[in-house]
């Protein structure tokens, strides 16, 4: 089995990260952890000009069965990038700050355990996203969550005056920041209007600081789970924030949610856009899922197709339905 390792260098250098081991401890442990199962690696590592994409592309290009993506979520998503629509399988090794795609699919930040799940797992298909041609794997966010993910990202860097900053642009950001009307198409058929401070178009259950935003998304459906703030104040959004880190969802039914494949969405003034954290300009904004565009490893308790268990399918049929009725119950409906 041929194998690229893909490495980052800096990972886990956030006070927030959960690994903190140095390049070569890393190194070391994951070689060692690959090695019981005859699988040896050749090893290249990111750069600033280019942070994992164009290596990965390139590996799948040179025929590898598995490439895999050592770091945080940046490393994993611009990896991903170069993979998409290959014959190459993503492993993941989570070893930065948030890792909420391993988190969305189950894959453990204990770098033996998720070794072994790219070793003797199997891989599986799943959905990956585009906004205006940008490719994202967790969320694309217009309005209020772009916004704030520039102090979100000082959040994660080291120093407390850093820190400090962030916290400030993040409160500055949130209280200044107002509402705006959105006109959205759904799936090229549904219109509406929507009066909404942020809309959220969701490929993973995870995203942000490792906070379960919408916790019926599943990565390999074909379908986006939208999450609409409507009529959310500025202490809403905060109070929602802090609830779902605490495992409760004390205002969710302020947010109004549709699984869709396609979103058109304009504004009567530009609005930020991001793509897992990366700023993509203003609306208006195309979104489409691409459905299984890329192949990773991840156990076999959470693949589709044939692997995936009845109780498993029966779950998500429910709550595939339970969007459709909540749906329906919307037709014909204009927010304000």
Not at 116 to 137: C, M, P
Not at 171 to 190: A, C
Not at 201 to 224: E, T
Not at 277 to 295: H, K, N, S, V
């Amino acid at each position: 089995m041929r194998t690229v390792l893909i490495l980052n260098p800096t990972s886990g250098e956030s006070a927030l990260a959960t690994n903190h081991n140095t390049l070569d401890d890393s190194k070391e442990l994951i070689l060692s952890s690959l090695r019981p199962y005859n699988i040896e690696p050749t090893i290249v590592y990111t750069t600033v000009e280019d942070p994992g994409t164009g290596l990965a592309r390139k590996a799948a290009e040179e025929g590898a069965d598995i490439v895999i993506a050592g770091g945080g979520d940046g490393t994993l998503h611009a990896v991903a990038n170069g993979l998409i629509n290959t014959n190459s399988a993503l492993g993941i090794l989570p070893m930065g700050t948030m890792n909420n795609i391993a988190r969305s699919l189950d894959i453990p930040e204990d770098i033996e355990k998720a070794c072994e799940i790219i070793a003797q797992g199997t891989t599986s298909r799943i959905d990956v996203g585009k906004i205006n041609d940008h490719i994202f794997l967790e969320v694309a966010g217009i309005g209020l969550e772009a916004a704030l993910f520039p102090a979100a990202e000082e959040l994660k860097s080291k120093g407390l005056s850093s820190t400090l900053h962030g916290v400030v642009e993040g409160l500055r950001t949130l209280f200044t920041f107002s509402p705006t009307r959105f006109t959205v198409t759904f799936d090229n058929k549904r219109r509406r209007r929507v009066n909404a401070i942020q809309i959220s178009v969701c490929n993973s259950p995870y995203y942000g600081a490792r906070l379960q935003f919408a916790p019926d998304a599943l990565m390999d459906d074909g379908l986006f789970d939208v999450l609409i703030y409507r009529r959310f104040s500025k202490i809403d959004y905060i109070r929602h924030a802090i609830s779902i880190s605490q495992g409760r969802r004390a205002l969710t039914q302020k947010i109004s949610r549709r699984k869709v494949k396609t979103m058109y969405i304009q504004s009567e003034q530009p609005v930020e856009i991001h793509a897992d954290g990366e700023q993509q300009g203003t609306t208006p904004a195309l979104i489409e899922i691409q459905t299984g565009a890329l192949q990773v490893r991840v156990a076999k308790k959470v693949a589709a197709g044939p692997n995936m268990t009845k109780p498993e399918r029966k779950k998500r049929r429910i709550n595939q339905r339970a969007a459709e009725r909540d749906q329906s119950e919307e037709k014909g409906s204009v927010y304000v």
